[in-house]
């Protein structure tokens, strides 16, 4: 198999931890899902359950985070860096509709709030306090970057 880059690696750190919010170290195998639709990763659905289902023998439907890597290295093996970028420009272009370079702090709620239903609101303003550092009420492609490689 081959091992995830450093970005990739620091991306996928990311995912899991926002998927994460008890910080009990695993995630729900549902959300491996939402995170490699979220970034654009096209997979076989039949694959995933089988890989899942190996990285998760105790069948209690979640996941660590180094099984988590490995499922998603998996169907991120082809990727390099430039497709990745490729992928998260494509998913704030989702957002970014109007095509302005930037999206509103209330889309990226949508999309934090989608990630992981579990969030408070006081969880979602913190994590938007923390994206939108220049406290501008919207997110532009780079602070969308940072937020999920954690560059």
């Known amino acids: 198999m081959a091992e995830a880059g450093d970005q990739q690696m620091q991306l ?14 695993a995630i729900d195998c549902e959300k491996v899902r939402t995170i490699l639709t979220t970034l654009g990763h096209t997979y076989d659905d039949k ?4 890989m899942l289902e190996d990285e998760d023998p105790e069948g209690n439907g979640s996941v660590n985070f180094d099984s988590f890597c490995r499922v998603a290295s998996h169907f991120l093996e082809n990727e390099d860096e430039e497709a990745l970028q490729k992928e998260l ?4 272009r989702l957002y970014d509709k109007e095509g302005n370079g930037y999206i509103p702090i209330s889309s990226l709620r949508e999309i934090l709030a989608a990630l992981d239903d579990q969030l408070t609101n006081d969880q979602l ?3 938007i306090a923390e994206i939108d550092t220049d406290a501008s009420g919207t997110v532009d492609f780079d602070e969308f970057m940072e937020m999920m490689t954690g560059d």
């Open 12 to 25: 996928l750190k990311r995912a899991f931890s926002m998927f994460d919010t008890a910080k009990r170290g």
């Open 47 to 50: 694959e995933l359950e089988k």
């Open 89 to 92: 420009k494509e998913a704030f």
């Open 125 to 127: 303003n913190e994590m």
